[in-house]
């Protein structure tokens, strides 16, 4: 069992940046994928990123790469989502997930959530 906690989402400007975390606690952190996906309003779950429990590779989505950057600090149980130059279009909740095998991108395939941040971003 592991679980997620999420923290540094907020509202800021188009152009801004943050930097989201999630700490996890339970079984050996790594031993996960990591991943974050977002949820807008009336849309479905997107996956933004994820770093492999290996340690060894990363995805990032097309939608955000050259934007966002994902890291992990196994030492500090933690995973974080550097999100700069914001857009409007990125405001959602973001979730952080993870699952005990090789990244995937579908939503479905991690078993574990936290309970989410909230990101809005003003134009």
């Known amino acids: 069992q592991v679980q997620l906690v999420e923290s540094g989402g907020g509202m800021v400007q188009a152009g801004d940046s943050l930097r989201l975390s999630c700490a996890a606690s339970?079984?050996?952190?790594?031993?996960?994928?990591l991943g974050w996906f977002r949820q807008a309003p009336g849309k479905e779950r997107e996956f933004v990123a994820a770093?492999?429990?290996?340690?060894?590779?990363?995805y990032v989505a097309d939608s955000v790469r050259g934007r966002f950057t994902i890291s992990r600090d196994n030492a500090k149980n933690t995973v974080y989502l550097q999100m700069n130059s914001l857009k409007p279009e990125d405001a959602a909740v973001y979730y952080c997930?993870?699952?005990?095998?090789?990244?995937?991108?579908?939503?479905?395939?991690?078993?574990?959530w936290g309970q989410g941040t909230q990101v809005t971003v003003s134009s």
């Open positions: 339970g079984r050996t952190f790594s031993s996960y994928t």
């Open positions: 997930a993870a699952r005990a095998a090789d990244i995937a991108t579908t939503s479905r395939f991690y078993e574990y």
């Open positions: 770093f492999s429990r290996s340690g060894r590779s990363l």
